[in-house]
């Protein structure tokens, strides 16, 4: 199909309209998502949508540059969309519980109203002739059929014993349509459906090519080219009545083509193969992409600009990829960006808004920039580091085991070198904390723990009083703190000179959070505990996930769980959580007091809470309701280091205010919430940030301004 405009977004099906709804957690690497991508498109070479699965839709304005999310629907498995005109859009798609669904936007995809289907079959493609006249085709024969609009959908699915599962439907007319498909009567067969009377009737002829179809293009007039498995393409110029074999076809699976006019097309798929046709698709010529991440859409946004989008599938994935093409499709660049090393991240450290050191497995990273780059700090084959501690961006310890022996490492100049020292009385170190700059403490295996009073020059072992293995600590000051050992909790009020036993669950803790001297928490894998008395005994929480992972507060009030089913939140003690991201392959917190939380997981995926916490800005509503939007400049400017923004909203509506560097790139998000209408007063503080000329974005519904301002130190 040749696009004038095409759209994508990503919702979950709700029995009334909806607003899009903002994402707790943002990804941080890979970027712009570690979820799997089954689509991009774009309305014009700077805007366009990113769907992916677990509840993935993400915007962006400049051509790719920079994403955010927009909409969440976590339970998504297939997606596809088309848009009648440029305002009136629809989306079809599976729910993992939900079953088949249909969206549909009357305002170019701000908001999406959700119509039921009369069918649970899973659709694979929509198609719409004008405003009214629409289609959709899918498994098992399934058509369906809308003459006003997609407000109500007629049945007219093929029945029999083995109706043929369509993939792509198009229609010349209100009358005369073709669906391509394939059936399965004894063996697989590419089907070709025809339709002269709207989609009501349709007359099936099938063929021996067994081949698993998957996708396909019309061109102007007659011709139609289909792709699938093996690398297949096969070519029609009579509507489906004769097909023909191409030469110089791919040697991989196709999953997504695309065509530009009747002779330039590109077929994507496996492997990250890229095909080029330049006559129509009679011939076929494999261009290196220069990746290997299986590629699952492509479409050319003008004669020279192409994009095409995967990644690996499920978690863990080999990371994303948005690659464009600026010469029809002969050299692509990706401009999705990720960590080159994939391995699980055991420790996630903060030491300040942005910066942040990583570890896991066999390396160590760190970003002073919120992920826009990552420097390695550690690579090496023979130590595993379970645990990192960044007090500055230049003084780091980090703990783990070194072949069979404890081990910790720490560095004063960020990693150049790292000094390191083993324990063969432990066969690793699972935790690290330092509550003082001079006063360190590291547990592991065998009931093993250490102290520093130097800053990590030297260290000696306490008497723990127990050989389990410690998975978890916190120390508020030199003198008190907690340590997880089996079920109970390990307490001390005289620096580790003695320790207390405490019994808090019947299963083994593997993670504890203490904000305050006597509020903590404790969680084994399907049960939440919490003190009052800080840690001398223990209730149950209600907590309806299982598979906990770890836990964080910031307060004795909030705080954050990761379970099998993602990320939740308390503002209340634990007395009700709030899901705020669904499942993504995190598994450890990071967390900067009061300011931000990060969290880290398989495949080298790290992700942060923009809705959670106060990030660098303070916010303050005025009472007046404006009669129009409007952004500010700050003031003052220069300034050093914080700023005010000013902006006003007449309605109710989403507003995003982002901070931008002098290259586009984002480096922070102040505002991502609904407000309701008022003048509203943001503080954004720079501390940290280099001098120079940034830029702040306003999106609030229609409305899109941006203004610089100039950081002097």
């Keep these: 199909m040749i696009r004038a405009i095409v759209v994508l977004a990503i919702l979950l099906r709700f029995s009334t309209p909806m607003v899009a709804q903002q994402a707790s957690w943002v990804w941080v690497n890979p970027y712009p998502t570690g979820a799997q991508i089954n689509q991009l498109y774009f309305k014009s070479p700077m805007e366009g949508f990113l769907l992916g699965n677990t509840g993935t839709l993400m915007k962006t304005t400049d051509a790719g540059n920079t994403w955010r999310q927009t909409g969440t629907a976590p339970t998504i498995s297939s997606m596809k969309m088309f848009f009648a005109t440029p305002l009136v859009g629809y989306a079809i798609g599976m729910g993992q519980f939900s079953g088949s669904f249909l969206l549909r936007t009357s305002n170019g995809g701000n908001t999406w109203a959700d119509q039921a289907l009369p069918s649970f079959r899973t659709p694979r493609d929509i198609f719409f002739l004008n405003a009214s006249a629409g289609w959709i085709v899918g498994e098992d024969g399934l058509v369906l059929q809308t003459t006003d609009g997609g407000a109500t959908w007629q049945d007219r699915s093929i029945v029999g014993t083995s109706p043929p599962s369509f993939y792509f439907v198009r229609f010349s007319s209100v009358s005369d349509g073709i669906a391509l498909g394939r059936s399965f009567a004894f063996s697989p067969a590419f089907t070709v459906g025809r339709s002269s009377d709207g989609g009501n009737t349709w007359a099936l002829q099938t063929s021996g090519l067994q081949n698993f179809m998957s996708t396909a293009d019309q061109l102007p007039g007659n011709l139609i080219v289909s792709a699938g498995t093996g690398g297949l393409i096969i070519r029609s110029v009579d509507l489906g009545q004769n097909w023909s074999f191409p030469m110089g076809l791919p040697t991989g699976d196709l999953a997504a083509m695309d065509f530009q006019d009747s002779l330039l097309g590109i077929a994507v798929g496996s492997l990250g193969r890229v095909s080029r046709t330049t006559n129509g698709g009679l011939a076929w010529n494999e261009i290196l992409a220069g990746i290997s991440h299986p590629l699952t859409s492509v479409q050319f946004v003008s004669r020279d600009s192409v994009l095409a989008g995967g990644s690996g599938t499920g978690f863990p994935s080999i990371g994303p990829a948005i690659l464009l093409s600026t010469d029809g499709g002969l050299i692509w660049t990706n401009k999705a960006r990720s960590i080159e090393e ?3 991240v055991t420790a996630i450290s903060l030491h300040g808004r942005g910066r942040c050191w990583i570890a896991g497995d066999r390396f160590i990273y760190g970003t002073a920039d919120t992920g826009l780059t990552w420097r390695q700090l550690r690579s090496t084959t023979n130590d595993v580091f379970r645990d990192v501690l960044a007090m500055d961006s230049l003084n780091g310890v980090a703990v783990g085991s070194r072949l069979g022996q404890g081990l910790i490492l720490r560095t004063t100049n960020a990693g150049n070198p790292w000094l390191a020292q083993t324990f063969g009385n432990t066969p690793s170190f699972y935790r690290v904390a330092f509550p003082s700059p001079d006063t360190g403490y590291a547990v592991g295996e065998s009931g093993v723990i250490v102290k520093t009073t130097n800053r990590g020059q030297s260290w000696f072992s306490l008497t723990s009083g127990t050989t389990n293995s410690l998975l978890s600590m916190k120390f508020i000051t030199t003198e ?103 499942p993504t392959g995190v598994s450890r917190f990071g967390l900067l007091p009061g300011e931000e939380i990060w969290a880290g997981g398989g495949s080298t995926s790290v992700m942060r809470s923009v809705g959670g916490t106060v990030v660098g800005v303070s916010e303050k509503p005025s009472r007046v309701i404006p009669n129009a939007f409007s952004l500010k400049q700050n003031y003052p400017n220069p300034f050093n280091p914080t700023t005010m923004i000013v902006y006003e909203i007449p309605r109710a509506t989403r507003v995003v205010l982002t901070v931008f560097d002098i290259l586009g790139r984002e480096v922070t998000r102040l505002v991502d919430e609904v407000k309701p209408p008022g003048s509203y007063q943001a503080t954004w503080d720079a501390a940290g940030l280099a001098s120079g000329t940034y830029f702040y974005r306003l999106e609030a519904g229609e409305f899109n301004e941006v203004k610089h301002l100039l950081l002097l130190k």
């Design 480 to 582: 008190t703190g907690w340590v997880a050992s089996g079920n109970a909790v390990l307490r001390t009020t005289n620096g580790g000179q003695t320790w207390t036993t405490h019994p808090a669950s019947q299963d083994p803790i593997q993670a504890i959070s203490f904000p305050t001297s006597s509020t903590g928490y404790a969680a084994a894998f399907s049960s939440l505990y919490k003190t009052t008395d800080g840690g001398l005994s223990w209730s149950t929480l209600l907590f309806s996930q299982f598979g906990i992972q770890d836990i964080a507060f910031t307060d004795a009030n909030k705080g954050w769980i990761i379970a099998f089913d993602g990320v939740s939140s308390t503002s209340n003690g634990g007395s009700t959580w709030t899901n705020e991201s669904p």
């Design 342 to 344: 994939q391995f699980q």
